[in-house]
């Protein structure tokens, strides 16, 4: 008989698995909280064995094709003075067939590989899940109740289904007393694939950027701070937080501030990472940011959805036993999840300067970076823990029915 499978949540990691089930005879069905796709969004890298997932889907030429094909970036002074510019691959870590593309973007091709064979229901989500020797019971916000073999919670950071099945969010949250915000603003710098950066002040970071083929751009507050309390459905409260940080202080920033107040696809989330001690429990498993988000800092979360959908998905048609197959989805992904998280601590560091100090030197050597002597030996030095994280998984080739 063929298996049911729900998965919550049409992100990234969500449209991946479906794109595998239905390619291992799976019946599937995605239940999205949004009232249609979240089209938008910052730009997020693919990197080493996750190039190799999408080239798998048939999907690489395509997202090539989208990518954001950034020229460089450049690190101003608050009178907009350039002090220091990277290339685009060296200031991304890529190599080889690595690429970067807007997570809209991405979710779109995931969508439309999908769409055709995958039953989609937006703007509904599940609100219990009871488990019985012949399956999950699932009950719906809106949607009548329903019958599955598996329940995939891949419906990000604050996953529904890991409250449900696995407890409070707080319980799993390592938290880097860090936040970050991103709005898309008007292209006012008439930036052309470019990334301009300054560093506000010790613990505050902007970077304003515009890709390929896009008129606008997009604005990136980051700020440390000890753990903030907020309400995450009051957006205009959080806005007013964001600019509290960085009232005050020079560069363009009182504009940014004021294109981010009108923005209305303003977000905003805590650094932090997603630790569980087990990804399973019964027929509820959870895979992409629910399951292992390493945080925006490590610049690898997408890179984890997709495989880890491939894993899943592979392992489920392999094994006739679930919870077999669960367990091999989790012991292929944990070394994985676990070197690509420990990216995170010191990209952030990079990322949020704690010190003026340390943003002048940063900034100094990235100035002086050409002409080091043994420079390309300093940025290899830089970007093997990446490429090791990136490519700490040797993909199976698991039999596909279509
Ligand atoms: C600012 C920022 C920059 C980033 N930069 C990078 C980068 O450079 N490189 C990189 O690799 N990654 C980056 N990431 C991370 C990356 O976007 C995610 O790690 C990746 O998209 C994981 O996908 P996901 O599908 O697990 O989660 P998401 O993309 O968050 O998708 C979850 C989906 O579930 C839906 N949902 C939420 N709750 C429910 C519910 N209760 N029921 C149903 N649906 C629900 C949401 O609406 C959403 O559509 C960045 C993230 C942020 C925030």
Redesign the pocket.
Known sequence: MTKSILI???????PALAFWLHRHGFETTV????PSL?EGG????IRGVAVAVVRRMGLLEEVHAASTDMRGAAFVSKRGKELATLDADTFGFRHGDDTEIL?GDLAKILYDATRDDTEYVFGD??TGLDERPDGVYVTFACGAPRRFDLVVG???????VRALAFGPEEDFLRRFDAY?S?STVPNTFELDRWELLHSAAAGKMVNVYSTARADDAKA?FWFSAPPLTYDRRDVDGQKDLVADQFAGLGWEIPELLSAMRAADDF?F?PVCQIVMDHLSTGRVTL????GY??S?AS???????LVGAYVLAGELATSDDQAVALSRYESEMRPYIEKNQALAKTALRGIIPSSRAFAWFNTRMIKLMPYLPGRNRVLEQMARPIREAANALVLKDYALVA
């Open positions: 919550s949540g049409a992100g990234i990691a969500g239940v999205e909280r949004a979240r910052y730009k997020v890298d997570r989500w599940i891949a419906d990000g950071l604050h996953s529904g970050i991103i990136a977000y989330d895979l992409g940011d629910a988000c390493a925006p610049g690898q979360g997408t890179s984890l959805a």
